[in-house]
């Protein structure tokens, strides 16, 4: 009788256990639901607004939901904008896995890579300029918080795919060994890409007006160019 008394306590426990940890993962899953859907209010705010306009109060309202729960969630607006850097930095690095998968040799994958970011600044502007104002950002060591922590290994996330498509590269004789280490190569051919494209972006005008040069050929000049800079022999 004891032991069967002891069996269904055990078994009276374990089914506690079992619905206090569903309902934590279901408070988890709502949790996370609502700061997605803030970050999602924000993109438009920001979009619509501009982000040196747009008010944390903008927010909650687009996201239907009182400022004091926004603000449980997200500090200001930087918070949000890095936020809505790792989503770009995320979809950034699909699209690099994606043009680096259609690929054979790693010279090839490393163009590619440079030619999805040129697309991706195109297609999806809104966050290229987040990624592009978290470029001028210095994160320390260690981040601090939640959310400089997501950025920065997303940005470190992206960044591997290039530096594998440089170390494939250099496996597979493509790209010339001397150029050193993979990680560091990634970095620069990362400034040199991105930089181009911030370029064309803020001196469009003067480019295309006065200087007389077309931004779809200077765009691809660039890209020509990190190729042969790398290419073996």
Request: proline share 2%; charged share 25%; hydrophobic share 45%.
């Amino acid at each position: 009788m004891m032991n069967r008394t002891l069996t269904i306590d055990i078994v009276s426990v374990f089914a506690k256990d079992l619905c206090m940890s569903r309902i934590q993962d279901r408070r988890r899953e709502e949790k996370e639901m609502r700061r997605q859907s803030i970050i999602d209010a924000a993109e438009q705010v920001f979009a619509q607004r501009g982000f040196e306009v747009a008010t944390m109060a903008d927010i909650a309202d687009q996201a239907r939901l009182s400022r004091a729960l926004v603000y449980f969630y997200f500090k200001d607006k930087e918070e949000l904008a890095l936020a809505i850097t790792a989503r770009g930095l995320q979809a950034l690095r699909r699209s690099f896995e994606r043009a680096s998968a259609k690929c054979q040799t790693g010279l090839e994958k490393a163009t590619a890579i440079g030619q999805a970011y040129m697309d991706f600044a195109r297609s999806q502007s809104d966050y290229f300029e987040f990624i592009a104002r978290g470029e001028v950002r210095e994160f320390a060591p260690s981040p601090e918080t939640e959310h400089e922590r997501l950025c920065a290994s997303e940005g470190e996330k992206t960044l591997a795919v290039l530096a594998d498509a440089v170390r494939c590269g250099v496996a597979d004789g493509t790209i010339d060994p001397g150029v050193g280490d993979p990680a560091a190569v990634a970095v620069v051919l990362w400034g040199f890409i991105h930089g181009i494209l911030q370029v064309a972006a803020s001196k469009q005008n003067m480019l295309e007006k006065m200087m007389h040069l077309d931004i779809a050929d200077l765009l691809q000049g660039g890209l020509r160019l990190t190729s042969r800079a790398i290419r073996a022999g």
